[in-house]
T-cell receptor, first 114, second 113 residues
Framework: GAVVSQHPSRVICKSGTSVKIECRSL??????MFWYRQFPKQSLMLMAT?????????EQGVEKDKFLINHASLTLSTLTVTSAHPEDSSFYIC??????????FGNGTRLTVT | AQTVTQSQPEMSVQEAETVTLSCTYD???????LFWYKQPPSRQMILVIR??????QNATENRFSVNFQKAAKSFSLKISDSQLGDAAMYFC??????????FGAGTRLTVKP
């Protein structure tokens, strides 16, 4: 079946630094990918929709200058958390659509900002 | 905007018994998809079952089945013959025509041996 690879699975960074998370569709092309954030014991909250070759669409309340999204190819979307702070510590997960009615999720990235 | 409501933060079931998880949603769209995802401690999102809104027949996947009531905007998940491995967080999700997916708050299912 379709696979979405997300890397890294875990990352620890210092406050003020930037972190890049990659989301790759391994055996299919994804013109649209989605980025979610999940705090402990909470649900997944959509952050932004990543569109290949165009600007991402951000949900209300999500700072586009802090969470930079690049979708330069049909198989790769990246999320960069810039100038990370401890409150950015969370679980980030991406998904891509594989055919009608089917979404494939990456395994997520646990970000810890110290 | 579409909203998804799971009113049961926690549920418990005895092994081999049946449990039903509730989900309601709000939308003005006529064409959409509904999903149940399982999230174990690894936090991987595992698709349990999906339902196309235009289909009247309830989806079934082995021990998992749904009761889809479109008019009532209800989409409950029934797990039959519960197994210890079914213990996890379960999220109900709605996907609209523009493909973004909205999740409910989740229900933590415990399976007692």
């Amino acid at each position: 079946g379709a696979v979405v690879s997300q890397h890294p699975s875990r990352v620890i960074c210092k406050s003020g630094t930037s972190v890049k998370i990659e989301c790759r569709s391994l055996d299919f092309q994804a013109t649209t990918m989605f980025w979610y954030r999940q705090f402990p014991k909470q649900s997944l909250m959509l952050m932004a929709t990543s569109n290949e070759g165009s600007k991402a669409t951000y949900e209300q309340g999500v700072e586009k200058d802090k969470f930079l999204i690049n979708h330069a190819s049909l198989t790769l979307s990246t999320l960069t958390v810039t100038s990370a702070h401890p409150e950015d510590s969370s679980f980030y997960i991406c998904s891509a659509r594989d055919g009608p009615g089917q979404s494939v999720f990456g395994n997520g990235t646990r970000l810890t900002v110290t | 905007a579409q909203t998804v409501t799971q009113s049961q933060p926690e549920m418990s079931v005895q092994e081999a018994e049946t449990v039903t998880l509730s989900c309601t949603y709000d939308t003005s769209e006529s064409d959409y998809y509904l999903f149940w995802y399982k999230q174990p401690p690894s936090r991987q999102m595992i698709l349990v079952i999906r339902q196309e809104a235009y289909k009247q027949q309830n989806a079934t996947e082995n021990r998992f089945s749904v009761n889809f009531q479109k008019a009532a905007k209800s989409f409950s998940l029934k797990i039959s013959d519960s197994q210890l491995g079914d213990a996890a967080m379960y999220f109900c999700a709605y996907r609209s025509a523009n493909n973004d997916m909205r999740f409910g708050a989740g229900t933590r299912l415990t399976v007692k041996p």
